[in-house]
């Protein structure tokens, strides 16, 4: 340890050579599950060197920002949220190379990446922890939270149904207690101990010293509990998240993205975060293309209070936050175009699910498990790996695949490319403002203006054509179109033998389930 408390926490900080963009984080992620991605060795696991093979894929696709779920080493070898070594690679994924060859590759392809890092807890079986349950005057006994005796307020505790009190499975130590908010496997940390913030920090410079260009920190908000009342969102857990997204900020060009479920947008605040993932806008556009009435006023509005970096998403790694779209939505491939579009047109920074741009479903199985299935390369699995895979692969594989769809200029895939591309290449979608949205019906729409550019988003959602003036539109107003989905743009063909190179809003016409992107002249 004591190595480690000199150098890294006063070394200047210095940008990787080959970094991405300044602007790659203003772009589209993609999170990945390494294990689930791209197997090299036909061991049947996903590693780096196969997710750096697929790193062209993603390019053309166009992300510019790659989410890594746990890397490090983990006792759980699958989740990976159980960490046994933060500074060390998991054995079945590589090396420190394979990952430096990753970043290396990515940069080289305009492509940032940042990986989960979990301030909250270890795994039971990390080495500190392990020396502090055998001994109890252990240097490391306070580097988590015991209580000796049990608290007196035990069965006051309750967090999302059970006391997260745990004691000694082995009774060595019969009356203590030992505080584990995710359950007994993953012990936290007490972080309000100073060897263990710098612990912490320490680890954080290791990751950016060799180039990372950012994190996504897990959990923030159950960092510090203060009683069994007051343990979540404490205001300890957001100045200690504050501290450390201010040392990732000391290194150039950096980036910062929080799970916070409990008040999202106070931790995307600059003074905290600078982003964090908006739990609840995913609900209400799965229930507009779902056709819920009662969603489209608050979906029209949400970006009237939300702050515009947020974190958008449509599903992640977390049965919590919902099922594969694909399964959400029953397979209705026209609403997932919907709520694809959605997303990736509102404010935000984008983070796509790996296997999401494809249609992959879920597979069969208990808690999280459906959701991190290898991913569908092919119609089998022989396109993830060579090997059994470690997990069956989508039910969906044989008609929803990367090869099928790279070759359908109709496909999901192309529809993602597209929505991608025109928000790369426009910079009111990429960092605009949110203005004169409404509803109208089962239609929303709103306007994106940034650097003297103005876009005019429609989209219905609806089994019913719609006809308007949008809000914020004068009659005489002309619109170029930028694109239209695939029903829209039929409408256009069958009405002009040629596509309109400007639009009048008389002529401004929605079919169902669709939307449209138009400039402002």
């Not at 030992?178 to 912490?200: C, E, K, Q, S, W």
Request: aromatic share 10%.
């Amino acid at each position: 340890m004591s190595s480690w408390l000199g150098c890294l926490s006063f070394c200047a900080a210095a940008a990787p050579q080959d970094a991405p963009p300044p602007d790659w984080s203003q772009g589209v992620f993609m999170e990945v599950f390494v294990r689930g991605y791209q197997d090299s060795d036909g061991d049947g696991i996903g590693d780096l060197r196969g997710l750096t093979r697929r790193l062209d894929y993603l390019q053309r696709l166009g992300v510019t920002g790659l989410w890594l779920m746990p890397i490090t080493r983990s006792a759980d070898h699958d989740h990976g949220y159980a960490i046994t070594d933060f500074r060390g690679i998991e054995p079945d994924y590589g090396s420190q190379a394979d990952f430096d060859e990753l970043l290396r590759q990515a940069h080289r392809r305009g492509i940032g990446v940042v990986m989960d890092y979990i301030l909250n807890h270890s795994a039971r079986e990390h080495p500190n922890f392990q020396d502090s349950l055998r001994h109890p005057q252990s240097p490391y006994r306070d580097w988590y939270v015991w209580q000796d005796p049990a608290p007196v307020d035990l069965k006051d505790w309750d967090i999302w149904g059970h006391t997260p009190w745990y004691a000694d499975p082995d009774q060595a130590q019969a009356g203590a207690r030992y505080f584990a908010t995710f359950g007994p496997h993953m012990p936290d940390f007490n972080l309000r101990n100073p060897a263990v913030i710098d612990y912490h920090r320490d680890s954080l410079r290791f990751w950016l010293d060799r180039g990372l260009d950012g994190f996504r920190l897990d959990a923030v908000p159950h960092l510090i509990e203060n009683s069994a009342r007051d343990w979540n969102d404490q205001p300890e857990s957001r100045a200690l998240t504050a501290e450390y997204t201010r040392l990732i900020r000391s290194y150039p060009g950096r980036f910062t993205v929080c799970e916070a479920t409990a008040s999202p947008t106070a931790y995307a605040s600059p003074e905290v975060c600078g982003s964090a993932f908006d739990f609840g806008l995913e609900k209400l556009i799965l229930g507009a293309v779902r056709g819920e009435a009662e969603a489209l006023a608050p979906l029209a509005r949400h970006f009237e209070t939300t702050p515009l970096n947020m974190a958008t998403m449509l599903a992640n790694h977390d049965i919590f936050a919902g099922a594969r779209v694909w399964d959400q939505l029953g397979g209705d491939e026209a609403r997932y175009r919907l709520a694809a579009a959605t997303y990736l047109l509102l404010p935000g920074i984008p983070f796509l699910y790996y296997g999401e741009e494809i249609g992959m479903a879920g597979i069969e199985g208990p808690g999280d498990v459906p959701l991190r299935a290898p991913m569908s390369w092919s119609a089998d699995a022989r396109g993830f790996t060579q090997g059994r895979p470690f997990r069956a692969v989508s039910p969906n594989a044989a008609t929803h695949n990367a090869q099928a769809q790279a070759r359908d200029p109709a496909s999901l895939l192309n529809h993602y490319r597209a929505l991608i591309g025109l928000r790369r290449a426009q910079p009111a979608l990429k960092r605009g403002d949110y203005v004169q949205a409404f509803q109208d019906g089962s239609v929303i729409g709103f306007q994106r203006r940034a650097e003297g550019q103005t876009l005019l988003v429609l989209i219905n959602y609806g089994m019913q054509a719609w006809q308007g003036l949008p809000a914020g539109i004068s009659a005489d107003q002309r619109l170029r179109p930028l694109l239209r989905s695939a029903a829209q743009a039929r409408l256009a063909a069958a009405r002009h033998r040629r596509p309109a190179a400007l639009l009048r809003t008389d002529q401004l016409r929605l079919p169902p389930q669709s939307f449209a992107v138009y400039s402002l002249q």
